[in-house]
């Protein structure tokens, strides 16, 4: 864009501006994947060459992160990420240096925040010759403000039958052995219960998450080994 002055048959240009409209970044997807990183996926717009991904969180701070086309095949494009929730907006870089941009309607992807629930099996304290029941330990890790619709956790139990017992796949591969409301989770203050031991050994032990908030939270899991019981 330019100005132009026109007088009669002269016309004189004035200053110009260059202005592009990059495309819209499609299939955009972010997950979490550990040490403070987000990993974020899409489908390369035709003719970009480089894609400009902008973080916002906590309401304050923004990460700019521009990839090429080749260093985003070759390596993917991650970013630094709290905790807490962030979004996410991709853009296709500008092609001329100083040019005014003028973005697509939409394309944040928003991720809530890193809500975790924990579990571990707590050998029971020893009593004169023997060990009393062990203790089921869940903990809550939650940045910020609680959310009101927190999952059930359960415990699940399978039978080895003589064997070594296998996994329980789904809440439904077993017994159902214990219930820990959502509600009842507040970060700092771990819910301990004990195990019930009504169940023959051997058998492996197995948590999950249930509920509408479920998928917004993620389980974290002791070793396989631990939650044998022979």
């Known amino acids: 864009m330019s100005a132009l002055a026109v007088l009669g048959p002269r016309a004189v240009a004035g200053p110009g501006l260059v202005v ?24 390369w717009p035709a003719e970009a060459g480089e894609v400009a991904a902008t973080v916002e969180q906590d ?20 970013v630094d990420v709290a905790p807490s ?42 009593r004169a010759l023997r060990r009393g029941p062990s203790l089921l330990r869940v903990t809550l890790s939650c940045p910020g403000e609680v959310p009101a619709d927190l999952p059930e956790f359960v ?16 809440p439904t591969d077993g017994t159902t052995l214990l219930r820990v ?22 058998y492996a032990l197995r948590g999950f998450l249930l509920g509408e908030g479920a998928a917004d939270v993620r389980l974290d899991e002791p ?3 631990t939650l044998v019981v022979r």
């Open 59 to 78: 309401g304050a701070s923004t990460v700019h992160r521009v990839v090429a086309r080749s260093t985003y095949v070759r390596e993917g494009l991650y």
């Open 155 to 170: 415990l699940v139990a399978r039978s080895g039958n003589g064997r070594d017992p296998v996994r329980p796949r789904t």
């Open 85 to 126: 929730a962030f979004s996410v907006t991709l853009s296709a870089a500008p092609r001329t240096p100083d040019a005014v941009v003028v973005p697509p309607p939409g394309g944040a992807v928003r991720v809530p925040a890193d809500i975790a629930v924990s579990y571990r099996i707590v050998p029971g304290a020893r």
């Open 20 to 43: 592009e409209c990059p495309p819209a970044v499609a299939g955009a997807r972010v997950e979490r994947v550990g040490g403070g990183r987000a990993r974020v996926t899409f489908d």
């Open 223 to 225: 070793s396989p080994t």
């Open 181 to 202: 409301g959502g509600s009842t989770l507040t970060p700092g203050s771990p819910v301990e219960l004990p195990v019930p031991s009504g169940l023959r050994p051997p």
